[in-house]
């Protein structure tokens, strides 16, 4: 079966499948750390793969790290096979593609950046077909793709994130803001206390208010939102960052994620005075003016 965001709401909650390709570069000689050699696949309108853009960025790894960027909007995948849809690839002049609610169409533009060709891929499906033929796993994104072994390395944003910056796998191949460690050591247990309790109150927690199909289960979703967002202001009111006065990977794991929330509910991050502070000086420091494709 062809699974998507969209088979994963039982009982009117959302629950989220675990991701499934889980190999990280550098721990087997299979997947040396290499230029050129990964390709990250993404979509503007993912707040997962986003924070993967922003480390890309952050770290100029744009020669080192090639990209691909599917359409902004879900289409058939295998129109006369299956009814699954999901993302597709598309080049800037190709004619706008239909969205799935058949009420308007929405335009290929220079954000959309096809895969090598010879790869041949119409959809981020495709990725997934080419590495485990007949899979039955949600096609998301983000994705590191092997274009030397031909397979999926690993589709778990917060593991291909580490990847990116860690300076003994990609990272190495900076070419700035060297100096900048998301993970400093002796901070390890409060980062990993911090992501234990953001991803499944912001990170997951946006996701099940939005995919929520029934008022309990929104209800349940939106409190258990509100309570990691109140944690994270008394964090912020106390200190700069979330660990303190260092600035470290909880960075990418609230940002994009404060900006699903904005745009998905009604209330907003200014409702949370130190949180709000936050995001703009992220938001005018690292000058992060691609995020705004997500709103
Ligand atoms: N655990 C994954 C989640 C990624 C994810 O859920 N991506 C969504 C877009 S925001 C997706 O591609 N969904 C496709 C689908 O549901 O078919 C990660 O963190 O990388």
């Known amino acids: 079966m062809s699974m998507s965001a969209l088979t994963e709401v039982a009982k009117g909650a959302f629950a989220r499948t ?67 849809f999901g993302w597709v690839f598309s080049s800037p002049s190709d004619p706008p593609i239909q969205h799935p609610s058949g009420e308007n169409e929405v335009a290929c533009d220079e954000q959309c950046i096809p895969p090598p060709s010879h790869l041949n891929w119409p959809s981020a499906r495709s990725v ?29 944003s917060s593991e291909i994130l ?16 060297h100096a ?25 927690g946006v996701y099940k208010c939005g995919f929520a199909h029934s008022q309990a289960a929104y209800e ?33 794991n609230t940002y994009f994620f404060l900006e699903t929330f904005q745009f998905y509910t009604c209330c907003g991050v200014s409702d949370f005075f130190s949180l709000f502070f936050y995001f703009l000086s992220l938001f005018s420091f690292f000058q992060l003016t691609f995020v705004c494709l997500l709103l």
């Open 18 to 84: 675990e991701s499934t390709f889980r190999n990280i570069i550098g721990t087997s000689p299979s997947f040396p750390p290499e230029k050129k050699r990964y390709l990250l696949v993404v979509a503007h309108a993912c707040p997962w793969a986003n924070r993967c853009i922003m480390a890309r960025s952050l770290f100029g790894l744009e020669q080192a790290v090639p990209m691909a960027v599917v359409h902004p909007t879900w289409a058939a995948t295998n129109p006369n096979v299956d009814d699954h």
């Open 128 to 156: 997934y077909d080419t590495s485990a033929p007949g899979a039955t796993t949600k096609f998301t994104v983000p994705i590191l793709y092997d274009l030397v072994e031909n397979v999926i390395v690993n589709n778990e």
């Open 162 to 177: 580490r990847m990116l910056y860690d300076r003994d796998l990609l990272g190495q191949f900076a070419t700035k803001n």
């Open 180 to 204: 900048l460690n998301l993970y400093p050591k002796e901070k390890s247990i409060e980062i990993e206390t911090c992501n234990d309790f953001i991803y499944p109150s912001i990170n997951n």
């Open 220 to 252: 349940a979703a939106a409190v258990s939102l509100k309570e990691g967002l109140q944690r994270v202001e008394t964090i912020l009111s106390a200190s700069n960052f979330l660990c303190g006065d260092v600035l470290t990977e909880g960075l990418f």
